[in-house]
């Protein structure tokens, strides 16, 4: 299993910007793909944003297209999503996930196998 480590939560301003890291702590090369989920307090984890470790697909939530970016550095073993024009309903726990196995479709949190714990983001209005 992949061990991960979320990091660059923070409080940001409404149209603010964000760089969330996630770092794998051994070679992904069983990973399939990787995510980005989020939680807000009261509500379900909901899907955010992924990438096949080829580069080549990515897939974003309707909520976050447009302002959102995710990208692997494979070099690094590390994932981002950068986040543009932060509004205050981006506020959440925002969790890295791995897929070890290969699917059409990535936004489903029951694909993943290996879960980050999470880094907070708040915007502040």
């Known amino acids: 299993q992949v061990q991960l480590v979320e990091s660059g939560g923070a409080l940001v301003q409404a149209k603010g910007s964000l760089r969330l890291s996630c770092a794998a702590s051994?070679?992904?090369?069983?990973?399939?793909?990787m995510g980005w989920f989020r939680q807000a307090p009261g509500k379900e984890r909901e899907f955010v944003a992924a990438?096949?470790?080829?580069?080549?697909?990515?897939a974003y939530a309707d909520s976050v297209k447009g302002r959102f970016t995710i990208s692997r550095e494979s070099a690094k073993n590390t994932v981002y999503l950068e986040m543009n024009s932060l509004k205050p309903e981006d506020t959440a726990v925002y969790y890295c996930?791995?897929?070890?196995?290969?699917?059409?479709?990535?936004?489903?949190?029951?694909?993943?196998?290996?879960w980050g714990q999470g880094t907070q983001v708040t915007v502040s209005s």
């Open positions: 996930a791995a897929a070890s196995r290969n699917y059409r479709d990535y936004s489903a949190d029951w694909k993943y196998d290996s």
């Open positions: 051994v070679r992904t090369v069983s990973a399939y793909a």
């Open positions: 990438i096949k470790w080829s580069g080549v697909s990515t």
